[in-house]
């Protein structure tokens, strides 16, 4: 089967960076995405990596090393408005399986 | 535009009811997906199409039943139910349905079920 794992819950202060982790088992792996999803809202998408190394999208950042199943997602100066859960997810939808962590919640305090 | 569409937004219903939910996309995408969740939990898969064609049924009971009318609509069926079913029913789409693509989601219909 698949699984991922990251934080429940990290807590950080506006303007800072925080970095939230992401460790999977997976069988037939393409790549890994991190997905944002204020409460009430829809998960909306943020960064995929299928190669090994950083990718950058503005505020945003997502890392991945495939020899050690391992990703983060890094938020660099963190504004209010990024108070919302983030899940990193494998989607490998055309072999059957489509897998989602259980999201870490971040709150960004003032 | 990276826009889904769902209808309706709240929807309660009794467990002898019979009620759809609808999804539409107009970004030419020719895979659609509904996912299930639960509060505080992840979305969990139900149900993938890929070119019209049931691809994907992730042992979803059969008070569900997926439709697709055509490359741009999804409609997901439900008769009853039961009080668990109770939660956000998410519909996405990517352009192909392969692994790599990335899965654009609409923003949900609540249902709660009585």
């Known amino acids: 089967g698949q699984s991922l794992e990251q934080p429940s819950e990290v807590t950080a202060v506006e303007g800072a960076i925080v970095q939230i982790n992401c460790t999977y088992q997976?069988?037939?792996?393409?790549?890994l995405s991190w997905y944002q999803q204020h409460d009430g809202g829809a998960p909306t998408f943020l960064s995929y990596?299928?190669?090994?190394g950083l990718e950058e999208t503005g505020r945003f950042s997502s890392f991945l090393s495939r020899s050690d199943s391992y990703g983060y997602l890094l938020l660099q100066e963190l504004q209010m408005k990024d108070s919302a859960s983030y899940f990193c997810?494998?989607?490998?939808?055309?072999?059957?399986?489509?897998?989602f962590g259980d999201g870490t919640t971040l709150t960004v305090k003032p | 535009d990276t826009e889904v569409t769902q209808t309706p937004k709240h929807l309660v219903m009794g467990m002898t009811n019979k009620k759809s939910l609808k999804c539409e996309q107009h970004?030419?995408?020719?895979?659609m997906y509904w996912y299930k969740q639960k509060a505080k939990k992840p979305p969990e898969l139900m149900f993938v199409?890929?070119?019209?064609?049931?691809?994907i049924n992730e042992s979803v009971p059969s008070r569900f039943s997926p439709e697709c009318p055509n490359s741009s609509l999804l409609n997901l069926h439900l008769h009853a139910l039961q009080p668990e079913d109770s939660a956000l029913y998410l519909c996405?789409?990517?352009?192909?349905?392969?692994?790599?693509?990335?899965?654009?989601f609409g923003p949900g219909t609540r249902l709660t079920v009585l």
């Open positions: 996405a789409s990517s352009q192909a349905g392969l692994a790599t693509d990335t899965q654009y």
């Open positions: 997976t069988s037939g792996f393409y790549g």
């Open positions: 990596n299928a190669l090994d």
């Open positions: 997810a494998v989607l490998n939808t055309n072999a059957g399986k489509s897998t």
């Open positions: 970004m030419g995408h020719r895979a």
């Open positions: 199409y890929s070119y019209e064609k049931l691809s």
